[in-house]
């Protein structure tokens, strides 16, 4: 292999594909990222087995061939070169020798044959969605997915397809993340996709309007972006029956400013960051949500107004889950929804039904 390339474009290319190696690696191939030089271009890819990315990027290429090189090494070491043209040539020692103004560096390889080739899905079955409304889906719903291993489907979020919308769903058992988006579409399916893959899939993508396609089969899905194509298999086994967990009447509602709503939450959250629990009580009661908080440090106690309908009503919380709900709104004001004590509460937007966010609350020592 031999070919030339633009640093800032090679330094791209391997952050890019960097983003599938893991940090857990059970085979040392998987820290490589491999480079394909072909006709005009050089091809990057990098794999967790779990999520793949694959880069393509103008290049000047004298000799096909291809190497792979340790990904998080060669990844630092080009952000130090976006300035300069970088000359790749694979040397017969299964080294790569990288050359840039009157300098040099050689970098020891992986052997190419064992790395896994990039999977390609052949799938009529896609669905079109904007960069925008796909990361604001995926960032809405992440903090809802479930870190541990004990029940791995958890660790997923669940899309539902359905003709022009999609409903992505995500929890972990103290809560739900549910976020509603359109698409343009006629494909009716359900899919499981890691958390971690969506996650890694969102922050590649700008805010813009411009539509992305996505593929699915019964095994992957594969996000289109014409430079970049970026796979993720998807998790087998059957999600939660959150349906059923959401009530359908409520005794208690609220409409709160969220603004006024985090910014007392977020001051209250400092004294119950100091015990066990991150617990926060709401007192609801004559238009006004009492949010009271204790610890060895002191107590704190915020009023906040709100346009009350149904009981008074006295409950508890983990700050840190409304906290997080209300750092991915951009609605003005939200609209909290209670029962029992001992129910979860549900946050809903005040005009449509864009989102819904389930939270359990803390049982509560008298």
């Keep these: 292999m031999i070919a030339s390339c633009h640093g800032l474009e090679l330094s791209d290319a391997c952050l890019s594909v960097s983003k599938a190696i893991s940090n857990k690696i059970t085979n040392p191939i998987f820290e490589g990222i491999k480079i394909v030089a072909e006709e005009n271009n050089l091809i990057f890819s990098a794999t967790d087995t779990e999520l793949s990315i694959e880069k393509k ?74 960069k925008k409304d796909f990361k604001s889906l995926v960032f809405k719903t992440i903090n809802c997915v479930a870190l541990d291993d004990s029940r791995p489907i958890l660790k997923g979020i669940l899309l539902e397809i359905e003709k022009n919308t999609i409903n992505a769903v995500s929890l972990d058992g103290y809560r739900l993340a549910k976020v509603k988006k359109n698409v343009i579409s006629s494909l009716e399916k359900s899919i499981i996709v890691p958390g971690k893959s969506l996650n890694e899939i969102a922050r590649l993508l700008d805010d813009s309007d411009e539509i992305i396609n996505i593929y699915t089969d019964n095994k992957s899905i594969m996000v289109d972006l014409g430079d970049t194509k970026i796979t993720s298999r998807l998790l087998e086994g059957d999600f939660v029956k959150y349906k059923e967990i959401i009530a359908a009447n409520y005794e208690t509602v609220i409409v709160v400013n969220k603004s006024q709503f985090e910014q007392a939450l977020e001051r209250a959250s400092l004294l119950s960051k100091v015990g066990q629990a991150n617990c926060v009580k709401f007192e609801m009661k004559e238009n006004n949500l009492c949010i009271t908080s204790n610890s060895e440090l002191g107590n704190l106690k ?17 700050a840190r889950y409304f906290l997080e709900n209300l750092k991915v709104n951009n609605d003005e004001f939200v609209k909290v929804c209670f029962n029992k004590a001992t129910n979860p509460c549900v946050v809903l937007p005040t005009e449509d039904d864009e989102f819904l966010y389930l939270i359990l609350p803390v049982r509560m020592i008298q």
């Design 302 to 318: 915020e009023n906040v107004p709100v346009n009350m309908n149904g009981n008074e009503l006295l409950i508890a919380f983990n």
């Design 57 to 130: 990027i103008k290049a000047e290429v004298k000799l096909e061939g291809e190497a792979v090189v340790p990904g998080k090494f060669i990844t630092e070491f080009v952000k130090k070169l976006t300035n300069e043209t970088i000359d790749l040539e694979k040397l017969p020692n299964n080294q790569l020798k990288l050359k840039y103004d009157d300098s040099e560096s050689v970098i020891s390889c992986y052997n190419s044959v064992d790395y896994p080739s990039f999977k390609k899905i052949e799938s009529d079955e896609y669905f079109g969605i904007s």
